[in-house]
């Protein structure tokens, strides 16, 4: 054999070789495959987010095979016996049928519902772990905007998706948009007309919101998603500040092939936790509600806990109107249709707010912990209050019946508490902070508490505390100190 045909290469190598050639596979797969991150259990949250979003593009076209978004009226005859005969329309006769008759079909429609509620509460605890620790700052924040619109998009995908059944209690969620678009001053009754092609519900709504749920919201989160990945690629990911990382480098294990076995092996823990969480639990029994009929409400209604609180919003406030240049301002549903997506915009402009306050322009690639950031872990633990306290509100009326209460009580009560609670948090919020800083500090100067007594030859007794290692000790001095404790050592 010739030295020739040693040397040869193979048709795989050739193919391979072809391919670099034209799109440089192999030069970004040297460079990126072995590509280090960092180990921590937080990180996970995000890939929670991507892998629940995974689930729901691959259950959502399962479903369309089936799911027919038409508000056409027909006369079901079908499996589920106790709405044989009810007029309905096809969207909702699709659904009974994906849930009695397709193979799987029940199966499928809970996975992805869970799905989405996992997916929409991944996306906020995620965001929660970047702002606590700070991952936001330069040069990421364009990044968090990315997550930010996703976050913003998820939730209004999750509302369209719920909608499309159009059984009583997504109709009922349905009639609430149009209150909140009615309110809206002049406009208001176009951009009803708009939305609905003509009077409430109208004959369009269904087949729109499908548009809007399997095609144009799924393609532009589709597209953040991996501009959000290139440029956690690009920037690096951020890591806690330990023995031998610095604002230059990142300690971790390889992409490949550590990384991504890993990452494999969490996708399907995710995917069969959703599996299991479907098969064991129901979610949004449509055919117990009925099809939605304009001349009726179903009790109880409550929409999916990501929009909670925008219900709360409503529930709470006082039914106020006002004439104003010949127009009736119903700020009793005007205002929360404002506060709403204040508060969400809130969220997506800290990282700049922050920024310009503090007059922190640096790069930073190393997590703060939250206790070394009173004044903005205050500041999110207080928005985290106001959140819960508005969702309880949008479910004031359950609340007031499990309770045995007064509706007007509890309403009373959210609404004095949205305004001082969140205050309290934050002021209780900083002051653990820094009452941390000051254990840290204490530990760091006299060691750790080892629970051992021990007695002095003079009677006394005192407990024994054994020094912290340097990992320890880096982990908790590799931080810059805020004012009121430098203040307090002076």
Known sequence: MSAREVSAPGRGERVADWFDGRLGI???????????????????????????????????????????????????????????????????????????????GLLMRQVHHWAALVFVAGMLTHMMRHFFTGSFRRPREINWLFGWTLLFLGMFEGLFGYSLPDDLLSGTGLRFVNGALLSVPVVGTYLSMFLFGGEFPGHDIVARFYSLHVLVIPGIMAALVVAHLLLVVYHKHTQFAGPGRTERNVVGAPFMPVYMAKAGGFFFLVFGALALLAAVASINPVWSYGPYRADQVSTGAQPDWYLGFAEGLVRV???????????????????????????????GVYPFVEARITGDRREHHLLDRPRNRPVRTGIG????????ILLAGGGNDIVATRLHL????????????????PVAVFVIARRVCLG????????MLHGRETGVIKRLPHGGYVEVHEPLDQAQLHTLTAHERPGELVEHDS
């Not at 369309?64 to 909702?92: C, D, I, K, Q």
């Not at 009736?328 to 969220?347: A, E, M, N």
């Not at 941390?436 to 530990?443: A, G, K, S, Y």
Request: hydrophobic share 50%.
């Open 26 to 104: 192999h030069s970004l797969g040297r460079k990126y495959l072995r590509k280090v991150f960092p180990d921590h259990w937080s990180f996970l949250l995000g890939e929670i987010c991507l892998y629940s979003f995974v689930v729901l593009i691959l259950t959502g076209v399962y479903l369309t095979f089936f799911f027919h978004p038409s508000m056409n009226e027909v006369t079901y005859h079908g499996s589920y016996l106790p709405l044989n005969g009810v007029r309905m329309s096809e969207a909702y006769a699709s659904t009974l049928d994906i849930s009695f008759d397709v193979r799987g």
């Open 381 to 388: 633990a207080a928005w985290i209050s106001l959140y819960l």
């Open 406 to 421: 007064s509706i007007n009580t509890v309403t009373w009560t959210i609404r004095i508490a949205a305004l001082i609670v």
């Open 436 to 443: 941390l800083q000051l254990r840290d500090r204490e530990r």
């Open 317 to 347: 406030m006082p039914g106020w109107e006002i004439t104003l240049g010949g127009h009736t301002l119903v700020l009793g549903v005007l205002i929360p249709v404002v506060v709403f997506p204040l508060l969400l915009v809130l969220i």
